[in-house]
């Protein structure tokens, strides 16, 4: 089955700590490099259910599918998760935590990227 037309979303990956040049004195500057409108796929689930002193809580998980053709490490970071129309789906900035590799038959079949809510635990900074 083509993973492709699995992909209903569309995201930002953000790659950390890239060269993009030097400053006038031959030192390298550092940046943010941004690679917009990846195609992808979010999955919400609950990954598990506690107790604390103010009631029940559910702790969500996000994963998120993507492609074979895309170099990832686990020091880059999914921004502002749309979409095919441009609406917002899951605003803000997530964290990878864990990147796994799908193979088939004939090799890598596409990314399973686990996801953590950059931010406080209402997803806020």
């Known amino acids: ?9 569309q995201c930002t990956l953000v790659s950390q700590g890239q ?23 979010v999955d919400q689930f609950n990954e598990e259910a506690r107790w604390d002193d103010f009631g029940f809580e559910y702790g969500v998980s996000y994963v998120l599918f993507l492609g ?13 998760i749309k979409d095919k129309e441009g609406r917002l789906v899951f605003p803000g900035l997530f964290l990878f935590q864990r990147i796994r ?18 931010g406080d635990q209402d997803g806020e900074k």
Request: aromatic share 10%.
């Open 68 to 80: 074979p053709d895309l170099i990832l490490n686990e020091s880059m970071k999914v921004r502002d």
């Open 101 to 118: 590799p799908v193979f088939d038959r004939k090799g890598l079949h596409h990314y399973e990227v686990f996801l953590k809510k950059e």
């Open 19 to 41: 060269q993009t040049g030097v400053d006038p004195y031959g030192r390298p500057i550092f940046e943010e490099v941004l690679k917009p409108d990846v195609p992808c796929r």
């Open 1 to 9: 089955m083509r993973m492709e037309m699995n992909f209903i979303h």
